[in-house]
Structures are given as structure tokens and as C-alpha cells.
């Protein structure tokens, strides 16, 4: 098994077939403003612009029998104007919801969740290989 290792612990990672799965505790993302809104065409037009502070995550059902949702997040307080497939955001949400969801977030990223439980979720998609890097603030 692949690790993953950032500030707030280790992912584990592995892979499915074609997909790539990390799994993390809810408790590790940052705080988020949850908007559910009524129809997911409201969340595609949204504009960036109407956040100047803090850390949303829009979404909303595109068809709750089979949990998929669309949404959007926009974090001016960390510099993201829009991110296009926030894995935080999105175990974030399968926590709040307790169930495993298909996202389609930003422009159309395609993000699978599960919920494990214990505060325990897997997010996983479609990614490419690049080289390991260090990331510093």
C-alpha cells in the first residue's frame, strides 16, 4: 500500500482497476461552510465572485437515490478562488451525509466517496502520475 503523507497524518493509497483511492478522517479537513442548495443548476451558476471570505462547499442533489451531487468550493481564505475537486470537501461531506456519494464538482471532476465509518472515508477518481514533491506555505 502507497502513502500519502501530509500535515494533518497519513493516507493510505491504492488503486481499484482505473481508479486511485485515498482514505482519511473526516476530522482532518479544514472547516467548511456547507451550502445545500435546492437545484443543482443553481450551484453550476453561481459566480466565484459572491465569496470574498472564508471556506463554502455548494452542492446538491442531482439524484439523491443514486447520491450523486454537484457542487462547487471557494475558499478566498486560503487563496482558492474556485478548487475543481477538493478531496477535503468531499470526505467533509460524505461524513456530514454518512453515505458514499458521486460528485461532480467544478467544471465537471469526477470524485467517488464511501464511508467507512468511525470517522473514517475513501475518495477516489481518476488521476495521473506525477513525481513526489514537497509542498511548503
Known sequence: MDRLI?????LEVSRDGDLTWVRARAEWTPAFDFHNLADP???VDV???AYTEGQHYLW????EARSAVRSRMFAPAMGIIEDEATGAAA???TARLGRGLEITQGRGSRI????????WGRLGGRVVSEPPRTLRR
Open 91 to 93: 470526505i467533509a461531506l
Open 41 to 43: 443548476q443553481i450551484v
Open 47 to 49: 459566480d466565484p465572485a
Open 60 to 63: 446538491a442533489w442531482s439524484d
Open 6 to 10: 501530509v500535515s494533518a497524518g497519513v
Open 112 to 119: 467517488t466517496t464511501g464511508w467507512e465509518g468511525e470517522g
